[in-house]
């Protein structure tokens, strides 16, 4: 069995995916593997977060003992590489396959792990603690690395490039599932939260005075009548932007090769 403490002296290395798992004598409980735990800890994560998961309550939830999940994982942590694993397998590498050029590969691929990101709100602040190295995590980072690739960037530049639209994809992930969790959270939806948010500071005279200069954007905003519309619409926007950049830095390496040839 695999210790915390044991991966906590060399973290650079530790993942359940470079560690080589001793058999288990016997067998385990009847009606439970490892497809079933990483399912119903997932389920566990999006209802709950990742502060309130523990062995002994997944246990529970599953009917079983917490010595049962033993057979299958060492720790807490193992579960949480398998089940982050498994959602990387929600992003549609088919869909991207078939978008053609690597502009609209790019798009769908951002567009599947904002998706992502948004349905998993435990996922982003799991993202940077893992090596995430598994078999799905892999093949999407392999499509990424396929569509930055094909841009025509040097290859100096393209992770760059990569960390320019991808770093941007999770964190507006990150901040729109988060929003998310806290107007569930309120019993509100997003609409309604976000309603009774800016009331709360507009209705500020102090708050009112400061941000005298955000008020059109303010208004801008909430013009709209619907937060999932704003999210879209400046998310699509964002990645036109990125697009756009990328295609120019294209054109400048190959205005700059062009003229070292002369």
């Known amino acids: 069995m695999v210790k915390a403490a044991d991966r906590a002296k060399n973290p650079a290395r530790s993942s359940v995916w470079l560690e080589e798992r001793a058999a288990r004598s016997g067998g385990g409980p009847a009606g439970l593997d490892r497809d079933r735990i990483v399912s119903t800890s997932i389920r566990m994560l999006d209802e709950e977060g990742l502060a309130k998961l523990s062995m002994r309550k997944l246990a529970t939830e599953l009917g079983v003992t917490a010595m049962s999940l033993y057979w299958y994982v060492d720790t807490k ?35 599947e792990y904002r998706g992502m990101l948004v ?47 991808f770093q941007f994809v999770y964190g507006y992930g990150t901040i729109e599932s988060q929003f998310g969790r806290r107007a569930a959270e309120a019993g509100m939806s997003q609409d309604e939260f976000y309603v009774d948010a800016i009331k709360a500071f507009r209705n500020d ?47 400048r390496e190959a205005e700059a090769a062009r003229d070292m040839e002369k």
């Open 77 to 111: 942590d193992d579960i949480i590489e398998f089940a982050m694993d498994s959602v990387y397998g929600e992003v549609d590498l088919a869909a991207v396959d078939a978008a053609g050029d690597w502009r609209e590969r790019i798009r769908v691929l951002a567009l």
């Open 205 to 251: 005279p102090e708050f009112e005075e400061r941000a005298e200069g955000m008020k059109e954007l303010l208004d801008e905003r909430a013009s709209h009548g619907s937060v999932s519309a704003v999210w879209d619409r400046d998310f699509a926007y964002a990645l036109d932007v990125l697009v756009a950049g990328i295609e120019v830095m294209v054109a």
């Open 119 to 165: 349905r998993h709100a435990w996922m982003s602040p799991s993202a940077g603690q893992y090596l995430n190295i598994g078999p799905k995590a892999v093949a999407v980072g392999q499509k990424i690395h396929e569509s930055i690739r094909d841009t025509g960037l040097s290859l100096e530049r393209q992770p760059s490039a990569m960390s320019a639209v």
